[in-house]
């Protein structure tokens, strides 16, 4: 057995350069709840295409510069501080050219960390070797070793996929930090069996004129929304179908002929989709929607006919309204109702309300929602659960950039002469007449933009980089449509550049009752002087949900709006006198594409991808993202001087014990030290195994979420070559997308039990 003896030595290495990994195709964001119609039939599965691991897979062989065979074992980690430093073990074999036999040993690794979450990518910077033990080597021969480890694995194969060190996080230590003062209010909560659309105004319509047309247009929802000055008539455009009321409340009715004005619309950006849905297509007025409109942010229950209830297999009796893309559970049949909207759960005995706020209170049985579950996504709003805790970890790592103090500051705009109110409970005041976030502090200014901080002497500028940011900006409450600033902070601050840090709150996910939501829960008014209008980003009123494969929180479309479900769909722009409509119409996931997260004051919607929305349209001028190390090129078998890397499976499953030993677990679940393997892994003489019960504990621990690691590590890649756009199962609803059977308490995928009405 190779216990006789213990080396210890320590080995720095060199930081790690860029990690090499191309962007890979962007989530799609899952749909709200579209018109009711039937399912269509489904094809026939084509033959599944395994797609490769983030991380290039586990184990790994090198060849040393010295010729000699090196075989590294997926590590195995210990602890991941604040998600910044991790402290891992891996077992390691190693082979000298021309030996018979190969050493069998350990290393403990520490290092800082840097994370991609798009690409679900870990990398180790500043990497160090700090134990070692391989027991028939002599301490000259052992650091020769650890030498030649830490010179034969490329710098951008420091890598390891995200999923599998959640999976060994030990999640009863997570303690959230939520945000003080989050609101969760219900929201008015429209339901409906029957097609339907919810039209939110932000408010009383704000009615913009259309040049040399008796049309208005409102700019204060992202609907097509106009009113005819001659008839004082209202038109909505529900994709290519045209609906007309006298009342803004209805009834709505199928619109027939359009007045001329439609057909007199300006050619150009603005009103694109609008004339190419006229005149608008006939249907019956058995086809024509439900039509609800509110003035405050809403959210919308459309139920495809009569709710199908599918029992929740180990959740009994807990079942699951299955004719919706919302979600709702209930507690049997006839029992509570729960819906979750924004990460926030909300409780009525009837799908018609009142709705009562109860995330602190769901019951027990909602822990039990299998991960194979459709929508197990839930499983993240669920208070104690390891999902919810691994929400908050994701929400917690911030995104990072360097930025060049010669950046040059976006435009900044005023309606008029700039106009500032105090921020109540602190001693700054903050810019109300333009679409910038601008704080005064004393006599000095500063604007956040993109996750970078300016300054100012004078509210109109000139605008330059900087690194000292006042403390009291940070005291801005989450009551003031500034507080997402509060979590743009300065990190490193050198002569030339500055490094800055935006947590994912400032994107709109905050951490409340021990769950990671979507908004504040509070109303921000919109600013709104003669007719120029500047929203704030709502917490509700476009069905958002969370996507574990993002950590980020998914928008509505469709019956939500045709513009982003995002309630806000127009910008004003007062020096050039004119509005932008649908192109920009932004979300959590951007407009008509996908991002991880929402920035309100980038206005670049359109343009946006998976996550590039904080500091992605900076381009390359000036800022260097911190995870471009993921984005650079595809993951690939490497040839870098004399050391080459394959991914092994033939050298076992292998783990390194704490106690400096190697050990192997058999098909019966018994463990044992691993004694003189050759270089493919055969010749191995497992003997019986004298561990202490502590030892053989953290084996298993280490066995088990080395396998749900690499299930989700599969399941992500999964999620990611289908673009996780597919319904019912996809990745954006479901921890389990392949219905696998791996997890230790699985069994197979659940077919939602009996079906109750």
């Not at 290092?111 to 080597?137: C, G, W």
């Not at 006198?577 to 932004?586: F, H, L, N």
């Amino acid at each position: 057995m190779l216990i006789s003896s213990s080396v210890k030595v320590r080995v720095a290495v060199v930081a790690i350069a860029a990690m090499s990994w191309s962007s890979l195709a962007p989530l799609v964001a899952a749909q709200a709840p579209t018109a009711a119609k039937p399912a269509a039939a489904k094809p026939a599965a084509a033959a599944a295409v395994t797609p490769p691991p983030a991380d290039g897979g586990w184990p790994r062989a090198y060849t040393t510069a010295s010729g000699a065979a090196l075989v590294i074992h997926q590590p195995q980690v210990s602890s991941w501080t604040d998600q910044k430093r991790v402290v891992a073990f891996a077992a390691v074999s190693y082979m000298p050219k021309g030996a018979a036999k190969a050493s069998l040993g350990t290393i403990k690794l520490e290092s800082d960390t840097k994370v991609a979450l798009d690409q679900r990518l870990v990398s180790f910077s500043e990497l160090a070797i700090t134990e070692s033990n391989f027991p028939t080597l002599s301490r000259e021969e052992v650091k020769a070793v650890v030498s030649e480890i830490a010179a034969s694995v490329p710098l951008d194969e420091r890598v390891i996929a995200l999923d599998r060190v959640l999976a060994s996080l030990d999640t009863s230590k997570i303690i959230p930090k939520n945000v003080d003062g989050v609101k969760a209010d219900p929201p008015p909560i429209f339901f409906s069996k029957t097609p339907a659309v919810l039209v939110n105004i932000d408010g009383e319509p704000v009615w913009s004129p259309i040049p040399q047309n008796d049309l208005t247009s409102a700019v204060n929802t992202n609907w097509d929304l106009f009113q005819h000055g001659p008839t004082k008539t209202y038109y909505l455009r529900n994709e290519t179908v045209w609906l007309t009321a006298t009342d803004l409340k209805g009834p709505w009715t199928l619109a027939g002929k359009l007045p001329e004005s439609f057909a007199k619309l300006p050619n150009d950006e603005n009103w694109k989709d609008v004339k190419a849905s006229l005149p608008g297509r006939t249907i019956s007025a058995s086809q024509v929607p439900k039509v609800f409109v509110s003035l405050q942010p809403a959210e919308m229950i459309l139920l495809r006919g009569e709710p199908t209830y599918l029992a929740v297999q180990g959740a009994n009796p807990l079942v699951w309204v299955s004719n919706t893309d919302s979600d709702i559970f209930r507690m049997g049949a006839t029992g509570p109702i729960y819906f979750l909207v924004a990460g926030r759960w909300f409780a009525a005995s009837d799908f018609s309300g009142p709705w009562t706020f109860a995330t602190p209170d769901m019951p027990e049985v909602f822990k039990h929602i299998p991960l194979e579950h459709e929508r197990s996504r839930v499983l993240a709003s669920v208070p104690g659960t390891r999902q919810a805790a691994e929400a908050i970890v994701l929400a917690s790592i911030p995104q990072t950039a360097r930025v060049s103090k010669t950046l040059q500051a976006p435009e900044v705009v005023y309606n008029g002469a700039p106009e500032l109110q105090p921020i109540e409970k602190t001693t700054v005041q903050r810019a109300v007449n333009t679409d910038k976030d601008i704080i005064k502090v004393g006599d000095l200014y500063y604007m956040c933009f993109q996750g970078v901080w300016f300054m100012s002497k004078a509210a109109t500028g000139p605008w330059q980089v900087t690194g000292d940011v006042p403390k009291q900006i940070y005291e801005i409450p989450v009551s003031s449509p500034s507080h997402s600033v509060t979590y743009v902070t300065v990190e490193d601050d050198d002569s030339d550049e500055i490094l800055f840090a935006t947590a994912l709150a400032a994107t709109g996910v905050m951490v409340a009752w021990g769950c990671a939501v979507w908004g504040t829960g509070y109303y921000y008014p919109p600013y709104m002087y003669g007719g120029i209008y500047y929203p704030h980003y709502p917490t509700y009123g476009f069905g958002a949900s969370y996507n574990p494969w993002t950590g980020a929180y998914t928008r509505g479309a469709v019956a939500y709006g045709p513009y982003g479900g995002a309630g806000v769909a127009q910008r004003y722009n007062p020096r050039t006198g004119t509005y932008s409509r649908g192109a920009v119409a932004y979300g959590p996931y951007g407009a008509r594409g996908a991002a991880s997260a929402y920035n309100p004051r980038t206005n670049t919607g359109a343009a946006t991808r998976q996550g590039s929305s904080v500091y992605g349209s900076w381009g390359k001028t000036g800022v260097a993202r911190g995870d471009d190390w993921a984005t650079t090129s595809r993951y690939t078998s490497n040839v870098t001087g004399n050391t080459t890397r394959v991914t092994r499976t033939s050298e076992g499953d292998v783990y390194a014990g704490r106690d400096g030993n190697v050990y192997k677990k058999d098909g019966n679940g018994s463990w044992s030290t691993v004694d003189r393997p050759t270089q493919n892994g055969s010749g191995a003489r497992p003997t019986t195994s004298s561990m202490d019960s502590a030892t053989r504990d953290q084996l298993n621990r280490d066995s088990a979420a080395r396998a749900e690691g690499a299930q989700r590590t599969r399941d992500s890649a999964q999620v990611q070559s289908s673009g996780g756009s597919r319904s019912g199962t996809s990745g954006t609803s479901s921890y389990r997308p392949s219905g696998s059977t791996s997890r230790p308490s699985g069994g197979a995928r659940p077919s939602g039990g009996g079906r109750r009405r």
